[in-house]
């Protein structure tokens, strides 16, 4: 499958020197550029990427609101894949927030910048889990309220299967462990996604630890 | 309560006579007023009656005067200073000299200054008068007739009745020391009340601070942005640069020259943003260096604390970044070495080499005294410089001696 992309970063070198990469692998190419998120609605609308890959900061219209803008007036928008220079920027939490489904450090390795690009571009699976966890944990309230997410009406399993997303697990990895068929799994993710009323995995881990039915605090051990 | 072993060591302690010291300070305080007193109601005797004239003039010149003189902002510096050296007792003065001192302050001030005379001249008098008295108790014993006790208006009758008096006027000097040592405490424990910064002030200096720390944070937000983008670059080009080195060598050429003008910017910007946080410290005073050693154990020796320093090679030729950090290591340690160690010698020994500085600085420990660690407060500090530096540092318990070994190369490492 042909994956498209769009980059939107302030900074030429930083975009060309993306743009190599991407375009070095068969299956991804560049569609369009842009350096700031003003226009990168219309941008969108025209190229019809799979992936945008966003600075979070940038001058006029930030990562964020651009990202914002994306999911507010797109029909299917496409996956956001936000870029950042600091792991512990908490622009990255609000982005998202605002429904950017992963994160990528501008310093990764150019094999982990297209990887994070297919991996998004499939979704089943969480981009960098641990990373996501300590961003949340820098934001959550100090006690969470445990029932956070009980309006959502998740049943135990799909509760259970909740956290084995938001530790990074793979629907196989999350069938193997819970000994049911691939297809149940994936059933299940998509009712907790609607419940939520997420448009992806990232989206629905956000939810909930931003509810606390998750608290990013608790030791517990992290898949990815 | 101290132990009676305390009690028993307190004339042998060094901090006792310096207490000693600030009251007799206090006593020769005195004088001025006194004399003062005296020309004031001779002079005003012819139009007042005697009583009132001396009523005015010890009002005016025993009462308002000293009050007067406490407020001046110098004495309250001198006080400070003296407090500090002779009553051991930390004052925090910090930034105090900016602010023009409040009402509060100098009322403060001049409270203490007359407690420091009125208390000074006590025992100033006490240890005038008491020697001829010690004697001639001592010999009433031996004498036919009444004996005078010293220049008191008071006898004793002469004889062996009067036996009694010997241990009395043997132990009275004793009761001196004491009485100096344990009002020199009871003026320590009042001292950051009256010569500490009012709490507008405290409040000023913190602001003060606070200003400082966010104008660093800033530079440091600055520095962190501008060498992030920098880094950014430089990793995504070459990255990228790698993995078309073979298909596009015409991009590969650019981002070699991409990366290295993004470094150099990185670079550039580094240096000065670190130029500012330099000229920051270096602005607000003029920073010590080794040249000032001397005059460090000097005053370390004034307030009281044995030290030996032992200096060797061309201390004036170290570079400027190294001398005034080595200056900061000497300190810390000298201070360090006061609070945990107590009254003990220490040794200071410093050489410059060709590629080195290294400099020790040993003292015996204290088997009595543990060695608080206090956090390791001063120790960090210590170690914060030395690792800026790229030097070594060792410290702790060496035979019988608490030693600290530091070793600073004198040119960076390339």
Known sequence: ?224 | MPRPRELLAIPARRSTWRRYAYHVIGAALVAPYVTLTGFVALALQGGAGVVAAWTIAIAACCLVAPIATGMLAPVRMLEIAAARLLLGVEVDDADLIRDAASWSTRWRSAAWFVAHVAVGGVIGTLTVILPPVVVSACSAPFATGDVQLGRLDATVPGGPESAWLVPLALLSPAALVYLAVGVGALLARVAPRLLGPSPAEQLGAAQRRADRLAERNRLARELHDSVGHALSIVTVQAGAAGRVLDSDLAFARQALSDIETSARNGLRDLDHVLGLLRDDTAARAPTPTLADLQRLVASTRSAGIDVTAELTGRIDEVPQAVSREAYRIVQESLTNAARHAGDVPVSLTLNVGVEHLELKLTNPLDASRTQRGGGGRGLNGIQERVASLRGQLTAGPDAGEWRIAVRLPLHPTP
């Open chain 1, 1 to 224: 499958m042909n994956l498209g992309i769009v980059l939107v970063d302030d900074e030429p070198l930083i975009r060309s020197g993306l743009r190599a990469i991407i375009n070095a692998e068969p299956d991804l190419s560049v569609l369009g550029e842009a350096d700031d998120g003003a226009g990168v609605t219309a941008m969108v609308r025209r190229l019809r990427p799979d992936v945008v890959l966003m600075d979070v900061r940038m001058p006029v219209v930030d990562g964020i609101e651009a990202t914002r803008r994306l999911l507010a007036n797109l029909d299917e928008p496409p996956r956001v894949l936000v870029l950042t220079t600091f792991e512990n920027d908490d622009y990255v939490f609000d982005a998202l927030r605002a429904g950017a489904s992963g994160f990528l450090l501008k310093r990764a390795r150019p094999d982990e910048v297209v990887r994070a690009i297919r991996l998004l571009a499939a979704g089943d699976s969480l981009l960098f889990p641990a990373a996501i966890r300590a961003l949340a944990a820098r934001r959550a309230p100090a006690t969470p309220t445990a029932s956070g997410l009980d309006s959502a009406g998740l049943t135990d399993r799909e509760a259970e299967i909740l956290r084995l997303i938001a530790q990074g697990r793979s629907n196989a990895e999350i069938s193997a462990q819970l000994i049911v068929s691939a297809e149940t799994v994936k059933t299940h993710v998509a009712h907790v996604l609607a419940k939520l009323d997420a448009r992806d995995r990232t989206q629905a881990v956000i939810r909930a630890y931003d509810s606390g039915f998750i608290a990013p605090r608790d030791p517990h051990p992290d898949g990815g």
